[in-house]
């Protein structure tokens, strides 16, 4: 079966400081990675997404980047974060060897202060 | 005028009561639809996904897709306090396209 793991859970960082977000997939291969941000009592918007190692798309003009490094591994990155950067952050996969359907992770809670 | 319209509730029904969710959209190419319990703090957990128009049921969980409506539902049957949640449609082009996504309600079991 198909896991997906996003760490850390939550994380507290000041303004400017750096940020990284990792994902992992198990049990499938090739699938379509996603990151998503959820603002307080907001609905998801999508980030960025990857359909293979090193491709990128971005969908928001913003203070991030993403990376694929490896087939099921998917990073959020910033140089130096921003107040409004706080948000609930998942990732997703969808695809691959497992399934059309799309699952999430269980998300890192981000509060830059 | 958004892609995907959600009526963000919130809905309070009684325990025992069937409660009912709907979205509409306005992409007739959506072709794969999906409806996500999530729970506060949490990341969102498939519940139904059906392809195309029609019925599906999963136990207490039926999902209707309508196309020439433009409208997908999502029914709860014999609602428990553990239904509390916030509900998330979603729908795509491709089987492996990006989802666009309703706003989510969110539901209130009373017990």
């Known amino acids: 079966s198909q896991t997906i793991h996003q760490w850390p859970a939550t994380l507290v960082q000041p303004v400017g400081s750096p940020l990284s977000l990792e994902c992992t997939v198990e049990?499938?291969?090739?699938?379509?990675l996603y990151w998503y941000r959820q603002a307080a009592g907001r609905g998801l918007q999508l980030l960025f997404y990857?359909?293979?190692?090193?491709?990128i798309s971005s969908e928001v003009p913003q203070n991030l980047s993403a990376s694929r490094p490896q087939d099921r591994q998917f990073i959020l990155s910033s140089k130096k974060l921003l107040l409004s950067d706080s948000g609930f952050y998942l990732c997703?996969?969808?695809?691959?060897?497992?399934?059309?359907?799309?699952?999430f992770g269980p998300g890192t809670r981000l509060t830059v202060t | 005028q958004k892609e995907v319209e959600q009526d963000p509730g919130p809905l309070s029904v009684p325990e025992g009561a069937i409660v009912s969710l709907n979205c509409t959209y306005s992409n007739s190419a959506f072709q794969y639809f999906m409806w996500y319990r999530q729970y506060s703090r949490k990341g969102p957990e498939l519940l139904m996904y059906?392809?195309?128009?029609g019925n599906k049921e999963d136990g207490r969980f039926t999902a209707q897709v309508d196309k020439s409506s433009k409208y997908i539902s999502l029914f709860i049957r014999d609602s428990q306090p553990s239904d509390s949640a916030t509900y998330l449609c979603?729908?795509?082009?491709?089987?492996?396209?990006?989802?666009?996504f309703g706003a989510g309600t969110q539901v209130v079991v009373t017990p």
């Open positions: 049990g499938t291969s090739n699938p379509n």
């Open positions: 059906t392809y195309s128009s």
């Open positions: 990857s359909v293979g190692i090193g491709q």
């Open positions: 997703a996969w969808r695809g691959g060897t497992g399934a059309d359907e799309q699952y």
């Open positions: 979603a729908m795509s082009e491709a089987s492996w396209g990006k989802l666009q």
